[in-house]
């Protein structure tokens, strides 16, 4: 087929599927596509880069500088979320009282400022990054936020993985790359590398597999049958292109996200969810101590099909070589820049941006306050999920199957920083932690997609009548 006649196809199939998919919901407001676009352009590849101008990505220039035409299309988006919330009364005040663990730690990224090399563009980025946390507030914010999570998360899905299989079939120039440390050709689909492309698979993967789930129980009807073919075509895609780009730590952290979401829905867990709640983290600091501890990080990477953890510990070394201040670090996405940058391109690594460990990333740049106040977020998060598993609720398995997810990704990649996996992580994070005075009774558990349709706005609006707005 011609790659111009695949690319219309692909493009009818795509406005079909948006428009008559069974699984549209109507009540939901038509502003999610911004947040929609945002997680597009954040997952993928940025404006300047689908158009094939401005600054050349391979120059340590534009770390610092940025791209004007990415800045400027992230600046209209931002604009356009706080427009939407300001139209819609959203309570700051209600929403920094009950997130004071991640209120905290991005007043200290904004202190970190001052100490930075790079002061300005350290400021630039954390404005940028302001981006995610106001595009996620719309979501929530939504009249009805379980389903506005859902159509987010399923559009999402439609765009990434078929464009990503349309270019590597017939875009390969685009689609390809060559792995630095092995010379191997790579997949990158519709991002820039092989792990984005894994993260975009592994966000769709969790997505897909956990709505067919939730509508297992209801498999016999004609609307939830269709829904769960789609759901089934789109998680085929997802496995071909994980398998395609081996991105081994997203393929293991998509299984382990199943086996949550399957162990959470399961009769025994509904029953005693706290086996599971308990379980999880104890897992994790299993896995924690004997990878780092031990350093049986090796024999983890054969577990799941490697023969090597790809120069991650040679990279840990490098920038641990460094010495930066260990209380307060360089100051927020301070590290990447400048000498130290060069240094680390000279050094025979390649030209990398990232520690390829979100825990070492976040002390790099913000040190032990800075982790410190993120574990805070993540605990605090982590009790709130825990909350939506008695009385069961379908939105706690998934927000506990991301969480889980993220805290195994983090362990050979730096997703603590704007991205596809941190907006998805903050995304399911605050939704746990909201209003829940209604929550399903223990009899609704055995029909979650409705028990979890019932739950309010996570972050109540201003008691004034709720005034539906064309935004």
């Avoid at 947040?35 to 940025?46: E, I, L, T, Y």
């Avoid at 979320?81 to 663990?101: D, M, T």
Wanted: proline share 5%; net charge positive; hydrophobic share 50%.
């Amino acid at each position: 087929m011609p790659p111009s006649l695949a690319l219309l196809l692909w493009f009818i199939l795509l406005v079909g599927l948006l428009w008559f998919d069974p699984a549209k919901e109507t009540k939901v407001s038509a502003a999610l596509w911004v947040p929609v676009a945002w997680m597009f352009f954040m997952g993928s590849r940025a404006p300047s880069q689908w158009l094939g101008v401005g600054s050349a990505g391979g120059m340590a220039q534009s770390f610092e500088e940025g791209d004007p035409l990415n800045r400027a299309f992230y600046l209209m988006l931002f604009i356009l979320s706080i427009v939407i919330l300001v139209s819609r009364s959203f309570r700051w005040g209600k929403f920094f009282a009950k997130n004071q663990a991640l209120t905290a730690f991005l007043l200290f990224a904004l202190v970190s400022v001052l100490w930075s090399d790079f002061p300005f563009p350290s400021f630039k980025k954390w404005f940028r990054d302001l981006g995610d946390y106001s595009l996620i507030l719309v979501i929530l914010s939504d009249r009805h936020p379980f389903e506005a999570v859902r159509t987010v998360l399923r559009r999402l899905g439609y765009l990434l993985i078929p464009l990503s299989v349309l270019l590597i079939k017939y875009f390969p120039v685009m689609a390809k790359d060559y792995d630095p440390w092995t010379g191997g050709q790579t997949f990158t689909g519709a991002s820039t590398s092989k792990n984005m492309l894994g993260i975009i698979c592994l966000v769709s993967g969790i997505y897909f597999f956990w709505d067919t789930v939730v509508r297992w129980p209801e498999h016999k009807n004609k609307r939830q049958k269709r829904i769960i073919v789609v759901n089934a075509v789109l998680f085929g895609m997802v496995v071909w292109l994980l398998k395609l780009c081996d991105s081994a730590t997203s393929r293991a952290c998509l299984i382990i996200a199943c086996l949550v979401i399957l162990a959470a829905h399961s009769k025994v867990i509904q029953r005693r969810p706290r086996i599971l709640s308990t379980a999880i983290p104890v897992i994790f600091l299993i896995f924690s101590l004997l990878f780092f501890g031990f350093g049986l990080n090796e024999a983890f990477a054969g577990a799941v099909g490697r023969t090597s953890l790809s120069g991650r510990p040679q990279i840990w070394h490098m920038v641990l070589s460094f010495h930066t201040n260990p209380v307060v670090g360089t100051g927020y996405e301070s590290f990447w820049l400048g000498s130290r940058l060069q240094r680390i391109w000279a050094g025979g690594m390649g030209q990398i941006n990232e520690a390829h460990n979100g825990y070492l990333e976040v002390y790099l740049n913000l040190g032990y306050v800075g982790l410190f106040l993120l574990f805070l977020f993540v605990a605090a998060s982590y009790r709130n999920i825990c909350k939506k598993l008695k009385p069961f609720s379908s939105i706690g398995s998934l927000t506990l199957a991301i969480w889980t997810a993220f805290l195994f990704h983090n362990s050979t990649e730096a997703d603590f920083r704007s991205g596809l996996m941190w907006i998805t992580f903050a995304l399911a994070a605050l939704a746990a932690s909201g209003d829940t005075r209604r929550e399903v009774s223990e009899a609704a558990a055995l029909h979650p997609v409705q028990a979890a349709e019932q739950l309010p706005p996570p972050f109540a609006l201003s008691p004034r009548p709720y005034i539906r707005r064309n935004l």
